[in-house]
């Protein structure tokens, strides 16, 4: 069981930057892809951002060039680096395994102000 803690998120204005972070428990985590979705309300979580466990990265194209994703595995960790931020960005974002989640943290939340 992966145990999973986001954090980083907070109030920025359109065009700012924030620095997400997961700590995961587990040494499941060395060889699990993971991802960075997002929880908008009223919407469905979404996949934002994934890394495999060789670092290869994939994006949604909503945030593709302006958002990376990277890990440390020695410390058990999953990185978002979001910058040039929008509102349509505002959310609640959560870390987990990609492509088979398990149970959910509580996400932190961005909200970007116009």
């Known amino acids: 069981q992966v145990q999973l803690v986001e954090s980083g998120g907070g109030l920025v204005q359109a065009g700012g930057s924030l620095r997400l972070s997961c700590a995961a428990s587990?040494?499941?985590?060395?060889?699990?892809?993971m991802g960075w979705y997002r929880q908008a309300p009223g919407k469905q979580r979404r996949l934002v951002a994934s890394i495999t466990t060789g670092g290869s990265t994939n994006y949604a194209d909503s945030v593709k060039g302006r958002f990376t994703i990277s890990r440390d595995n020695a410390k058990n960790t999953v990185y978002l680096q979001m910058n040039s931020l929008k509102p349509e960005d505002t959310a609640n974002y959560y870390c987990?395994?990609?492509?088979?989640?398990?149970?959910w943290g509580q996400g932190t939340q961005v909200t970007v102000s116009s």
């Open positions: 587990g040494s499941i985590f060395r060889v699990q892809a």
């Open positions: 987990n395994k990609y492509p088979d989640v398990t149970s």
